[in-house]
């Protein structure tokens, strides 16, 4: 139901656009979320906003660089990757929250989408 894409390879500084489209009928009911899992590490909350649009929370490690932001009217979700780091390696899923309220836990979320790979180099 959550589809990924526009990861890639790009070097540190870069910017990328990822995007998730949702083949459900009622996605202005979800919050949507953005996790990365680095290689070898554990899944790592990125980003999330609200039903809505209007509210948005964003990991530390991404603050002032990422942008998320949704198009309930294509039922899509994108994530503005600015100002890359060869730290911002990872794969990366969009997820969605059937809750009201936006939250930074994984568990939280009740469906995911497969992961797009992105690759920093230095």
């Known amino acids: 139901q959550l589809q990924a894409s526009g990861g890639g390879l790009v070097q540190a500084g870069g910017s990328l656009r990822l995007s998730c489209a949702a083949s459900?009928?009622?996605?202005?009911?979800?919050?949507m979320g953005w996790f990365r899992q680095p290689p070898g590490k554990e899944r790592e909350f990125v980003a999330a906003?609200?039903?809505?649009?209007?509210?948005?929370y964003y990991a530390d490690s991404v603050k002032g660089r990422f942008t998320i932001s949704r198009d309930n009217a294509r039922n899509t979700v994108s994530l503005q990757m600015n100002s890359l780091k060869p730290e911002d390696t990872a794969v990366y899923y969009c997820?969605?929250?059937?809750?009201?309220?936006?939250?930074?836990?994984?568990?939280?979320?009740?469906?995911w989408g497969r992961g797009t790979q992105v690759t920093v180099s230095s």
């Open positions: 459900v009928r009622t996605f202005g009911v979800y919050v």
């Open positions: 997820a969605a929250d059937n809750s009201p309220l936006i939250d930074s836990r994984d568990r939280m979320y009740d469906y």
């Open positions: 906003i609200n039903r809505s649009g209007s509210g948005t």
